[in-house]
């Protein structure tokens, strides 16, 4: 089971502190933005090669829980 925890990190010397791959430079953001744009895990792998099937899944996931524990603020109050 691919879990995030070993696969995405943040470092605030590397891209800003933004969670990237670990040991790369490509963030969780830009593989959503590219899932987001109709690329297929297997493209992904393919524009970035160091970068596995698991490490795009461990990036859903990381975004799954980052939503999943999203406080909301009523503003209608």
């Not at 790369?24 to 830009?30: A, G, M, Q, Y």
């Not at 160091?50 to 990381?62: G, K, N, P, R």
Request: no cysteine; hydrophobic share 45%.
């Amino acid at each position: 089971m691919v879990t995030y925890h070993e696969r995405i990190v943040a470092d605030p010397q590397v891209m800003l502190g933004k969670p990237v791959i670990k040991g790369t430079r490509i963030t969780v953001e830009l593989v959503l933005r590219k899932l987001s744009q109709g690329a297929t895990t297997q493209d992904i792998t393919k524009m970035y090669p160091h970068i596995t099937q698991e490490d795009v899944m461990a990036v859903l996931l990381y975004a799954a829980d980052l939503l999943a524990n999203e406080q909301m603020i009523d503003t209608a109050a």
